[in-house]
């Protein structure tokens, strides 16, 4: 469960901050490396920090009977 929402903040995160670099300044794109690189990063070295963010929030990695994984 925890990978599923690392993903989904990750993809929200480069799309708002796409949408930003269109329609407000394109320094924004600034941001979209930044989530890609921490993406890249935590691929080589298996340590991500929204991890450990929602790891201290809660969310877990099991999956609760009747959940679809």
Known sequence: ???RVVRGIAGTFVLVS???AVYVN???LWFTAFVGANLLQSSLT???LMDKILERLGVT????PGQKC
Do not use: F, G, R, Y
């Open 1 to 3: 469960m925890k990978n």
């Open 18 to 20: 796409l949408l930003l």
């Open 26 to 28: 394109i320094n924004w």
């Open 46 to 48: 298996h340590w991500c």
């Open 61 to 64: 990695d099991e999956v609760k």
